[in-house]
């Protein structure tokens, strides 16, 4: 990947993930909610990022590249062996992690000529040892992306609505509902900026309303639909 280039990513070949990497001046830059979790390399430390419920602000001081997995909504949790909850909205240090396995992690990225490489290779074989991702969470993202009610979802899987509340909070770091919420509002972002009519991005994306739209927008981005579907100098 050219670094160079603002941001690059490409699909990994041996997990469910995007590998990226991105160019940063110095300044603040602005990550959206997206229910995924990443394993960011910038060059000296090996972070977890999310999964957010809120935008979250990366500062920084110099030009950096950073390098990262970006983890499918519910893999993450199985390659670390740890809830997702206990990294929402946050980025930990790997090395805080308690954990030899992880340890390792860190001096086999440092040693080879590409980290994120070496750091894919270990994800998957640790993946791959777990069993590999679970079938339900699929499912879960699938028809709460259609609209299913929580309800419905937990009928589907044979699960009370708290066991589904319980699975939710260890695979994706927060309940069905909120991810729901992070769902819906990724899914209309490409729609304004393509010059969708708000009202019908609305409409389309399973808002009650425009009204209901902008509150969501604002507890989720930080930003109301008019504000990103705003043309950037």
Known sequence: MDEAVGYRERRSTLLPAVLWRRRCEPGESTVLPDGCMDLIHDGTTIRVAGP?????????????????????????????????????????????????RVRRWIDDAAAAPDPVLALETLAARELRAAGGPVSWTGATIAELRHGATVDAVAADL???????????????????????????VRDALPALRQDTVLSDSAHLHGFADYPHMVREFRAITGSTPREIARPRA
């Open 158 to 184: 044979g699960l009370t609505t708290r066991q589904l509340h319980r699975r939710c909070l260890h695979h994706f770091g927060y309940g069905p509902k909120m991810l729901q919420r992070i769902l819906r």
């Open 52 to 100: 957010d419920t809120r935008p979250h602000v990366h500062r920084t001081d110099r030009p950096t590249t950073l390098g990262a997995i970006r983890f499918a909504p519910g893999v993450a949790p199985i390659v670390l062996g740890l809830p997702a909850s206990e990294f929402r909205d946050d980025r930990v240090d790997l090395a805080a992690l308690v954990d030899p």
